[in-house]
């Protein structure tokens, strides 16, 4: 394994405060950066684990505006949610801030002025997006209109979310408003501007030749595209109420841009924890020697390479990223994830329908992160990641080793008998695991863990203990002792990726917690003879089809809410007059006989009694109704439709149908049963 510097400052991504964490920023963020900071500090080193809650930015107050509410209750509303859920996860944050707190304030506003006094920002006037209508600057998120690259329809002021390109509003084809969608007008408004274009040389020196075999290709080749595009000058202010104000003289009514503001909340929430812990936060950030990591998703390279890079550099005390491994993004059942149409899998909802299933979650994210492209979560793989590997595999093997040691040694350890590689194996694990978390790869560390587990599992299952019991008990003990030593070492190595497990794994183990990650690789006695261990308990429960078909239900719901909601009205059909209304016969009838039509999939002959007569009548409902459950509908009839052949009946009428919110056929029939046949409709 490598020499590690003794410092890490790790951070990850501020969530927005405008809803809950899902699978896409846990799979993308947090959990990879959590298998990190918790091996780091198993192997010895010094570990701030930063983040917190981004609570500006336009997403804000629209939410707010969306809810009905003010942005304080938003921001209050989801912090809360967010960093319970992250709790309630696992995820070992050292401090989770918010960018509403006054040392945030403090510290992103400091850096703001050392730079406008030191000269870095150009100062502009500029002509921006302005809505008469609401009386205001239509910062990023409050603009839609097509994209000039893919033309995307919904494109935002800052960003195609479609084809990802980087946009201002002015570049939109047909711009609206997001608040009144009124199209807006262009006015003169003054900002400051930070000149990446100055710093093109130093990033193309620090990471297009500097970083270009040890940062992920995905992260490596966005960078150097931008870089080889030319980079501009990039607005740090903007015209809004909702921020952190800027620091000068004429910038009343402004506030700092919200990508300007948020990384630096990875500064003001170590400040914040090295105050609390009575430390010096500064060598976190200023110290050649400590080794800063930003976790984040693939929307968010270019502010932590690009801008925030050359804001730290502007700066000039602190240090650099030493890497940036960020991910792709991760959809859900085929299609992209998205908070504003709750297409999602909510982590606060996620712990309540599986309680103590935390590790599961983590395990099949991991196991499946979209590291180099593009992933899908189906709610079947993450059964199959559960019953196939950690109930069959890992949750097998510790189950036979505790149940085996206490049926045969009452739970104590035996004596070690015999002479088995797989001690000298089991070695190899801390190095062959560390290294895949040091490079990023967190997939192939999972996995790494889970063939320690097979390699338990296979060992069983090659001397068979419970085979061997009766004549060669002394062949046993030496068995069961290897089997001991492998579930001790899982106990150690497990943690970064399944802390709960580990945890009640050492437990089941009676280890006191004074094995370290480096004592798997150098120590030969793990769990010593003697040492009595504590009664079985399952570490993974098997998750059965019904729960599974619960969450494809609930998604299922979601898509038709979604479709009723974006169902658009036929548009209305052309002027009728009166008299031609009044030409309408409108009838109440009951169906009486139905039957399918030979050949067809779609129509039913109906037998309908209208009052004035008993009529054939043939309507294409079969593929929403059978026959037999529509004999006695009452239903509306157009009585005097002139007849016409229909497969070969002749259908004298027509039944009134429309559809439901998911497309199903619905009958336009009166609302009180007790309406006779041949009553007309008015």
């Known amino acids: 394994m490598s020499q590690h510097p003794q410092r890490y400052t790790i951070t990850a991504a501020l969530p927005y405060t405008n809803g809950p964490i899902h699978i896409g920023h846990l799979a993308g963020v947090y959990v990879p950066a959590d298998i990190y900071a918790r091996y780091l500090r198993l192997t010895g080193n010094d570990v701030a684990f930063m983040c917190g809650s981004d609570e500006h930015g336009v997403a804000i107050p629209m939410r707010a505006k969306k809810e009905g509410v003010s942005p304080q209750d938003i921001i209050d509303k989801y912090h809360t949610i967010i960093k319970k859920s992250f709790e309630d996860f696992g995820i070992s944050f050292d401090n989770y801030s918010r960018t ?31 809505d008469e209508e609401a009386n205001q600057f239509l910062a990023d998120r409050f603009v839609i209109g097509t994209c000039p690259k893919c033309n995307y329809e919904e494109a935002y002021g800052d960003q195609c979310e479609n084809c990802g390109t980087s946009l201002s509003g002015t570049e939109l084809i047909n711009p609206k408003s997001a608040i009144t969608g009124n199209t807006p007008t262009l006015k003169q408004t003054k900002h400051w501007f930070l000149p990446l274009d100055k710093y093109s040389d130093f990033l193309n020196e620090w990471i297009v030749e500097g970083h270009k075999n040890d940062w992920k290709p995905n992260v490596y080749g966005q960078v150097k595209s931008w870089i080889d595009d030319g980079l501009r000058p990039r607005a740090v202010t903007r015209d809004l109420d909702w921020g952190i104000p800027v620091p000068v003289e004429g910038a009343e009514g402004k506030v700092l841009y919200v990508w300007f503001d948020a990384p630096i909340g990875y500064i003001s929430a170590t400040k914040e924890w090295a105050a609390r812990e009575g430390k010096d936060w500064e060598p976190y950030w200023k110290d050649e020697n400590t080794k800063l990591v930003h976790f984040i998703g693939k929307d968010n390279i270019v502010f932590h390479c690009i801008i925030f890079p050359s804001m730290l550099k502007a700066h000039g005390d602190f240090i650099l990223p030493d890497n940036v491994p960020a991910n792709e993004f991760l959809n859900l059942e085929g299609n992209k994830l998205s908070t504003s149409k709750n297409w999602a899998v909510w982590l606060h909802e996620y712990l309540q329908d599986f309680p103590e299933k935390e590790d599961v979650l983590r395990y099949a994210l991991t196991a499946n992160a979209p590291e180099t492209k593009d992933n899908d979560f189906t709610w079947k793989d993450f059964q199959t990641r559960n019953n196939s590997e950690l109930v069959a595999i890992l949750g097998n093997f510790i189950n036979r080793v505790v149940v085996l040691t206490h049926k045969y040694y009452d739970g104590v350890v035996p004596e070690y008998t015999g002479n088995y590689e797989e001690l000298e194996q089991v070695k190899h694990f801390p190095s062959v695991i560390g290294s895949s978390i040091e490079r990023y790869r967190f997939r192939e560390a999972s996995q790494e863990l889970m063939n320690l587990a097979r390699l338990g599992n296979q060992f069983l299952q090659a001397n068979e203990p419970w085979k061997k019991i009766k004549e060669d008990p002394e062949t046993v003990k030496g068995i069961m002792y290897v089997a001991l030593q492998i579930a001790a070492a899982i106990a150690v190595l497990s943690e970064p990726f399944l802390p709960f497990t580990a945890k009640k794994l050492k437990n089941i183990l009676a280890l006191e917690g004074n ?108 593929e929403s109704f059978s026959p037999e459950e529509i004999i006695g509908k009452k239903v509306t009839v157009l009585a005097n439709l002139a007849p016409r052949m229909i497969a070969k009946v002749e259908s004298q009428g027509m039944i009134l149908m429309t559809e439901s919110p998911d497309g199903k056929l619905v009958f336009v029939n009166p609302d009180e049963d007790d309406v006779m046949n041949g009553e007309t409709i008015n």
Do not use: C, M
């Open 515 to 622: 094995l370290s990650w480096n004592d798997i690789s150098t120590k030969d006695i793990l769990i010593p003879e003697g040492h009595t261990i504590n009664k079985a308990e399952l570490l993974f429960a098997k998750i059965d089809d019904k729960e599974i078909q619960a969450q494809l239900d609930k998604l299922e719901a979601t898509k038709k809410a979604n479709e009723a909601a974006n169902k658009q009205p036929a548009p209305q059909k052309e002027t009728a007059t009166f008299e031609d209304f009044t030409k309408l016969d409108l009838r109440v009838g009951t169906i009486i006989e139905a039957e399918k039509v030979r050949k067809t999939k779609k129509l039913l002959k109906l037998l309908v009694d209208t009052g004035l007569d008993k009529r054939t009548i043939v309507s294409g409902i079969a």
């Open 100 to 130: 509403s707190a006054e040392i945030h304030h403090k510290t992103a506003s400091d850096f703001f002025k050392k730079l406008y006094e030191a000269g870095e920002f150009v100062e502009e006037v500029t002509e921006q997006l302005y």
